[in-house]
């Protein structure tokens, strides 16, 4: 399985971006489909993540009330949609895949290669 993430940008404060991740392959039924992000200096962290079917999604406290995490499973793509940026939302996206739902980096086996959100004042 491979992932391939678009959508990043450079945005100003309060902006929104849609963030995409294509997988080469269908995806598999029990797959949960996660975000994390890594800004310049710090750890890679949870951002979010969606089950199979799209009906259980959750998100990080610090993004919780401003992005929304979909998927089509029928285009084999799951989305991450950022509003009201702010200046701490700046690093590399990642989109990833794990056989259970959880926060946690070690469980998801399949990363994307990332792509950038710059957020500016």
């Known amino acids: 399985v491979q992932l391939q993430a678009s959508g990043g940008g450079v945005v100003q404060a309060g902006g929104s971006l849609r963030l995409s991740c294509l997988a080469s392959?269908?995806?598999?039924?029990?797959?949960?489909w996660g975000w994390f992000r890594q800004a310049p200096g710090k750890e890679r962290e949870f951002v979010a993540h969606?089950?199979?079917?799209?009906?259980?999604?959750e998100l990080a406290d610090s993004v919780m009330d401003r992005f929304i995490v979909s998927r089509d499973n029928a285009k084999n793509t799951i989305y991450l949609q950022l509003n009201s940026l702010k200046l701490e939302d700046t690093g590399v996206y990642y989109c990833?895949?794990?056989?259970?739902?959880?926060?946690?980096?070690?469980?998801?086996?399949?990363w994307g290669q990332g792509t950038q959100v710059t957020v500016s004042s």
């Open positions: 990833a895949a794990a056989p259970v739902v959880s926060r946690a980096i070690a469980h998801y086996h399949y």
């Open positions: 392959e269908r995806l598999y039924s029990g797959y949960v």
């Open positions: 969606v089950n199979w079917d799209g009906s259980r999604a």
